[in-house]
């Protein structure tokens, strides 16, 4: 078998195969970071301001880092054999921990444990529990094994930077000075993580199946939008009645989380597992997977959460007796909020496209051009009409955008719904052999 096989059979590690999906493992160690997106969006709803919404997408962007990470690791070997359980329960656990201690992460809490430390150190353990087993499989290899140990140096000097952020700043007289240090460590900290991992440790990266590295992203974008719902049931304030108002501003919240999962589900997931299938060429599908998935799937889940903190916020007001009958004025904190989070997903959707099939998706782009231009007018009026201007121009764009796709919705379509045909007839005839 080679020294290198059995460097990955040396964990009980089993490499993946070009045709393998995501495993019901993978889609347990999920949950924790559903758990997290929920978390940080509540934590950051409750005091919604210009420097906690930075701070939020800075901790979400580690988030999403370390998720990604744990993607590439079981797109390299079978998430569910060998040690890889393990190191998924230590990176759950860590995670976990990690969301825990995200009030103090940026100033630390009297009475408990230090926020800021807590935090650094868990984001320390997820990053080396998956490097872990990138470096048990690249063992055998001299040159890979000098190249790996560099590479360890990328997610200490993150975590180093987290730790300065997390205690200098609070040390200095002037606090304006002291935030604007401590954000800057942050941000640091993410390019560094981003820069260096997609650059000098690309040649790590593999994507052995097309098809689980599809799945597992969107899943991700799934799990961003059921996000969305999750502000709608928590928005208003349990025991008040449903009134009129509350329940137009739930429906046309659910049409636009409608309107969203339609343009991506209904023809792009299954376009880009295509083209990533196609890309046969080792670099080829690196690149493409790196730039529509590592890179443009953050911002389209990045938007989704966004959405979601501004209609979070809008079902609150709404509901409240204090508030009037179609809620406040939206207002450009909040609109921008709301709004920007649907632009920057439809925007990141139509980066797919060119990026991908290299189409440019004009209705796309149109649409978010009326959301802009629609802006002076919606951030005046009351809540739910705002909402419903959305609501409007978001679904006018994503059918217009469906009824324009010029026959590729019907035959990306054709050709997926083709693969699944043969997938499960290939499965039924080794059932019926072997069980």
């Known amino acids: 078998m080679g020294k290198r096989n059995d460097a990955r059979w040396s964990w ?14 993978e889609l347990f160690y999920d949950l924790v970071f559903v758990f997290a997106f929920l978390s940080v969006t509540t934590l950051t709803a409750t005091d919604l301001t210009p420097v906690n919404l930075y701070r939020f997408l800075l901790v979400l962007a580690l988030l999403w880092w370390s998720w990604t990470g744990f993607a590439r690791v079981g797109n390299a070997c079978r998430a569910d054999q060998g040690m890889l359980p393990v190191v998924g329960f230590v990176t759950v656990a860590a995670t976990f921990l990690l969301v825990l201690s995200a009030p103090g992460a940026f100033q630390d809490r009297p ?37 790996f140990l560099t590479r360890l140096l990328v997610p200490a000097m993150a975590t180093a930077l987290l730790v300065v952020a997390g205690t200098v700043p609070a040390r200095l007289p002037e606090a304006r000075f002291a935030v604007g240090l401590q954000l800057a460590l942050w941000t640091l900290a993410v390019l560094i993580e981003y820069a260096v991992g ?20 969107a899943l991700m974008v799934l799990v961003a939008l059921g996000e969305s719902i999750i502000a709608l049931g928590l928005g208003p304030k349990t025991g008040l009645p449903l009134t009129g108002p509350v329940a137009a501003a739930a429906l046309l919240g659910i049409l636009v989380v409608a309107a969203l999962w339609w343009v991506y589900f209904d023809t ?4 880009l597992e295509q083209a990533l299938h196609h890309a046969r060429d080792r670099t080829a599908r690196l690149r493409l997977a790196r730039a529509v998935y590592t890179f443009l799937h953050l911002p389209m889940t990045t938007g989704t959460i966004l959405y979601a903190l501004g209609l979070k916020d809008l079902l609150a007001e709404v509901a409240d007796p204090a508030t009037p009958t179609w809620g406040w004025a939206l207002g450009g904190f909040w609109g921008g909020v709301l709004y920007g989070g649907v632009a920057l997903y439809l925007l990141s959707i139509v980066g797919c496209w060119w990026l991908a099939v290299r189409e440019v998706h004009r209705p796309l782009l149109v ?13 005046r009026v009351p809540e739910v009409a705002a909402l419903g201007v959305l609501a409007l121009l978001t679904a006018a764009g994503v059918a217009w955008e469906t009824r324009s796709e010029n026959g590729r919705r019907r035959r990306v379509r054709q050709l997926a719904l083709e693969e699944q045909l043969a997938a499960e007839a290939e499965q039924s005839r080794w059932r019926r052999e072997h069980l």
């Open 12 to 25: 009980g590690l089993q490499a993946a195969a070009p045709g393998s999906r995501t495993t019901r493992l």
């Open 198 to 217: 997609t650059t000098v440790a690309w040649h790590w990266w593999v994507v052995v199946s097309a098809g689980h590295w599809a799945e597992r992203h």
């Open 367 to 379: 649409a978010v051009g009326a959301l802009v231009a629609s802006t002076p007018i919606a951030f």
């Open 268 to 271: 792009l997931a299954f376009a």
């Open 111 to 147: 009475g408990g444990l230090p926020g800021p430390l807590v935090f650094a150190g868990c984001y320390f353990v997820i990053r080396m529990a998956q490097l872990s087993v990138f470096g048990r499989v690249d063992r055998a290899d001299p040159t890979r094994r000098r190249r």
